[in-house]
């Protein structure tokens, strides 16, 4: 069984495709092909099921991905600690949410690439239950997200910082003229909402539960940007976390609201496995992490 093999198998069960596989890998597509072809025929066993140009994990291509993930793996633990590399090199997986891919990212990767040129990095945007099980199926390297505190015994956070949930308005909502509202006052706006699933929207909606509140709310929107467009148009009202938000408030297009007795707060953190090992990549990753 040839390394390079599992290697484009794993590619396109990542990417999904067969056709991105081959241009990330520098291959053509005929030799993407040919490596799932030598695969089966020396498995004995169809790793994709096909439907045209469709295709999903066969039962033995779902078992065959753990098992080629781990060696892979062990390959590249290897690779580094016999060639005793001091310039990280490969491949790094981040699994992280939005609003941290779009806010706060950028800058940090900016830098890492700059003084880590031999490294590849792949970011994977997904809530954070779907980040979670990336993690611990060994899909990525590293997870950021915010949330409440996260802990498993087999997990390790690297960084940690606390963050407010603002409540917010456009500056010409008769909200933002008011020192302080209650959250019922609040909830029967129309609040713009990020999609089910997002950990600071649970959040709020638990707090209203808490309340016997319903929030009234006629938009769900799944891009953050969006989100503070629409609020600033006085479509709504809604709540962010105060990294997205900072200049709109600087600039006076947004108004922060002072919501009585409803503080949210959430952790940014980046967390990692201690079970499996840690490229040289991954470690420089975590070193510069500064936000």
Wanted: some cysteine; aromatic content about 8%.
């Amino acid at each position: 069984m040839e390394i390079r093999n599992l290697q484009t198998f794993v590619h396109i069960c990542d990417n999904g495709s067969f056709s991105k596989t081959a241009e990330n890998l520098g291959y053509t597509q005929s030799t993407v092909s040919s490596h799932i072809q030598q695969l089966e025929n020396e498995l004995g066993v169809p790793l994709f099921n096909r439907n045209g140009k469709r295709f999903s994990l066969s039962i033995k291509g779902k078992e065959l991905l753990y098992y080629a993930r781990n060696i892979l793996a062990q390959v590249n633990e290897a690779t580094s600690v016999v060639t005793d590399a001091s310039t990280p090199c490969g491949e790094l997986r981040i699994g992280v949410i939005e609003t941290i891919s779009t806010y706060l990212l950028p800058p940090i990767l900016e830098k890492y690439l700059i003084t880590n040129q031999n490294v590849k990095v792949y970011i994977k945007t997904a809530t954070t239950l779907e980040i979670m099980d990336m993690l611990n199926k060994g899909e990525i390297d590293i997870m950021i997200t915010l949330d409440d505190l996260l802990y498993t015994p087999n997990w390790v956070c690297a960084f940690r910082k606390s963050t407010p949930i603002r409540y917010l308005c456009s500056a010409t909502h008769p909200f933002a003229k008011r020192y302080d509202i209650s959250l019922q006052e609040f909830a029967k706006e129309n609040v713009l909402m990020t999609e089910k699933l997002c950990n600071y929207r649970n959040s709020f909606e638990t707090l209203c539960n808490l309340h016997h509140i319903i929030p009234n709310s006629n938009l769900e929107i799944g891009c953050t940007q969006t989100i503070i467009d629409y609020t600033k148009k006085g479509l709504g009202v809604t709540i962010l976390p105060e990294f997205t938000v900072t200049p709109f408030i600087e600039n006076k297009t947004l108004s922060v609201i002072n919501v009585r007795d409803s503080e949210i707060e959430m952790e940014i953190q980046l967390i990692y496995r201690n079970d499996i090992w840690l490229s040289p990549a991954a470690k420089e990753f975590i070193s510069e992490f500064q936000i």
